[in-house]
């Protein structure tokens, strides 16, 4: 199966770097490119494609508002950020308003391919120590998680909330079943389970959910 993926950059040397790379791998195929967020979005439109790499910093629309334009449409086109996470105080924007992960522009564009691999087959880009310094950060910025009481947790059962506060402290599958002392197969199901209940489109969306809804306690 072909992935199809639109380079969204306002950085031509970006763009072009990737589309050379996934040239030389048969199960990558470049169907658009944009430059601002705006020319994004219309290629999804035009052309489905699986996957959108999405830099955040573009003139007129930026990533933020281009990924909520697109995880709310009709298309299954799913979103990996493309961000300095260092420097860039918008990317859990990015991934509130739909992204289904991150990649860091110096990372090896070998890492960005797998990358857009595993969010094209429907999963999120979340390492469990990655997610451990995204939710450390994440939930250490005022703005990020007001104060306010936590939202019920509703049709979801006991076992199900355990392993929903698991994954929102960023612990892999392996992990929640030696915590649980459950197998990986089952822990996996019960994530599978979480994200068809919760309406969430990935792992990342259930990290946020599971502080939204109080789960995991914010730390002091």
């Known amino acids: ?39 994004a979005v219309q290629l999804v439109r035009d052309a489905s494609p699986d996957v959108v790499v999405m830099d955040i910093r573009m003139p007129g629309m930026d990533g933020i508002e281009a990924t909520r334009q697109i995880t709310a449409g009709p298309a299954a086109t799913r979103v990996l950020v493309l961000t300095t996470f260092d420097e860039d105080d918008h ?20 890492d960005i391919l797998a990358a857009i691999r595993v969010v094209a087959a429907g999963d999120a880009l979340i390492a469990p120590g990655v997610t451990r310094r995204l939710i450390a950060d994440f939930i250490g910025r005022p703005a990020a998680v007001p104060e306010r009481s936590p939202r019920p947790v509703e049709g ?7 392993v929903l506060a698991l994954v929102g402290r960023g612990r892999s599958n392996t992990e929640i079943a030696e915590d649980l002392f459950i197998t990986v197969a089952t822990a996996k199901s019960h994530v599978s389970r979480l994200l068809t209940k919760l309406g969430a489109r990935d792992r990342v969306q259930l990290v946020i959910t599971a502080y939204e ?8």
């Not at 589309?19 to 601002?36: I, N």
């Not at 979801?156 to 355990?162: A, D, K, L, P, V």
């Not at 809804?213 to 002091?220: E, Q």
């Open 1 to 39: 199966m072909t992935v199809r993926v639109v380079l969204a950059d306002d950085q031509p040397l970006v763009r072009s770097g990737l589309r050379v790379l996934m040239a030389e791998h048969s199960d990558l195929e470049v169907v658009g490119e944009a430059a601002t967020g705006a020319e």
């Open 213 to 220: 809804m109080g789960l995991v306690t914010l730390p002091r």
């Open 91 to 110: 990317v859990y924007g990015a991934l509130r308003a739909g992204a289904s992960g991150f990649v860091v522009k110096d990372m090896a564009l070998d």
């Open 156 to 162: 979801i059962t006991e076992r199900e909330r355990e």
